[in-house]
């Protein structure tokens, strides 16, 4: 249920109605740039949810809350629509979750911090840019807002609106600088990657209770008892609809498996553990922990040498040769284009590249991170370097 705020900002809109939505249509349908954001409830939710939609016109921010059953097709009509361009910033998590949740496409994106990426800027984060670009003061204690809940505060609200309200100009002054600098087709590859993005549903890793701190002190029973209670948790936390975290920390099922509690005083004795999560889960922690006692200690998990999948196997001798060339060659590149190596290539591409027998143009073109782009761009070049080392046969 949506509980509209008790305070707007100075020329932000909070739409939680069919008629609010219908109201603010025309204005964004008219738009030829939307400068789009959300905000989502992944530090306290399990099944992670779109709470928050912001979209800001030229002279309008808009605040949607999706929370209160709206049906946001309109929206998504404009988001699949090429002629009106999309501009987010770090926007891969924004179009996942409103592709996988609420079904949109999304066709003619511009993204600010890619594009600062290109452009070789050191600090391409939205607060640093809104701050030396338009003297703006970015609170980051709203990043990890509760964003589920109603109604929202007035800061929290400035703090959306802001996360839209200055991308149109940022898009505008960044589309400049690409041109001038020739990298304009560049940042228009990676922005077309963007639209394809998928949402990944949070998954259960079993062997996580492994890298908890504190848990390579724990021997035999211990372990099987952390086991167990990662186990209970993920359910916990699955049937509440909670983040993991917060149902129990680590630190406290870490605790649990050095004490091995057996009784309500022992565990309410168990530091890290506040006394109503005891009160609230006691049959269920005693439980666990008594059946996985029963059930035998746990083995420490003996390191295997490790196994290589595609792309993931050592390089031979010649292979290393042509891997430190590319290296040397990326890193002069780079420092001359004045952006960070990995925007000239990866390390992974350029060990796929090491490992390509026959090099030619097009054995480039199929290795997997050399796109068109980097192909025009740099093929003639890795060409020479490769074959400085591995020489092509007469």
């Keep these: 249920m949506s509980v509209s705020p008790l305070h707007l900002p100075p020329g932000v809109h909070w739409i939680d109605t069919v008629q609010a939505l219908a109201e603010a249509l025309p204005d964004l349908r008219q738009a030829r740039d939307l400068a789009i954001d959300t905000e989502a409830d992944s530090y306290y939710a ?18 949607i809350d999706p929370l209160a059953g709206l049906d946001l097709a309109p929206l998504a009509e404009l988001a699949a629509d090429a002629e009106v361009r999309k501009v987010f910033h770090a926007g891969s998590n924004d179009v996942a979750l409103l592709s996988h949740h609420h079904g949109f496409r999304f066709a003619n994106l511009f993204d600010t911090m890619l594009a600062a990426q290109v452009l070789g800027l050191r600090r391409p984060g939205l607060a640093s840019l809104l701050q030396e670009r338009f003297g703006v003061e970015q609170k980051k204690t709203y990043q990890t807002s509760d964003w589920s809940k109603r109604p929202l505060t007035e800061g929290q609200l400035e703090y959306a609106a802001g996360d839209t309200r200055y991308l149109l100009e940022l898009r505008d002054q960044f589309e400049r600088e690409l041109a001038a600098k020739g990298r304009a087709e560049e940042a228009r590859e990676e922005f077309e ?8 549903e949070r998954e259960f890793d079993p062997d996580s209770f492994r890298r908890a701190p504190g848990a390579e002190h724990l021997e035999g029973a211990g372990l099987r008892v952390l086991h167990d209670l990662f186990l209970l948790r993920d359910q916990i936390a699955a049937q509440r609809d909670r983040s993991p975290h917060r149902v129990f920390p680590d630190r406290a099922l870490v605790e649990l498996a050095h004490r091995l509690p057996r009784s309500p005083a022992q565990l309410r004795d168990v530091p890290g553990l506040p006394r109503w999560q005891v ?29 290589h999948v595609d792309g993931d196997a050592p390089l031979r001798d010649d292979e290393k040769r042509v891997f430190e060339a590319l290296r040397a060659w990326r890193t002069q590149r780079a420092a001359e284009r004045d952006v960070d190596e990995s925007r000239v290539a990866t390390s992974g591409t350029l060990r796929n590249i090491a490992r390509t027998d026959g090099l030619s143009i097009e054995r480039l073109a199929a290795v997997p991170g050399m796109s068109p782009f980097r192909v025009r761009e740099y093929g003639d070049e890795i060409l020479r370097v490769v074959a400085g080392i591995r020489p092509r046969p007469s």
């Excluded at 399990?46 to 605040?63: A, F, P």
């Excluded at 990657?193 to 990944?200: E, G, I, P, R, Y």
């Excluded at 049959?283 to 040498?305: D, K, N, Q, V």
Aim: hydrophobic fraction near 40%.
């Design 193 to 200: 990657k963007l639209a394809f993005v998928q949402h990944t």
């Design 279 to 307: 009160e609230r889960d006691e049959r269920a922690l005693l439980g666990t922990i008594a059946s996985a006692l029963a059930a035998g200690p746990l083995e420490r998990e003996r390191r295997a040498r490790p196994r």
């Design 46 to 63: 399990y099944r992670v949810k779109v709470c928050l939609l912001q979209i800001s016109t030229r002279e309008h921010d808009y605040l």
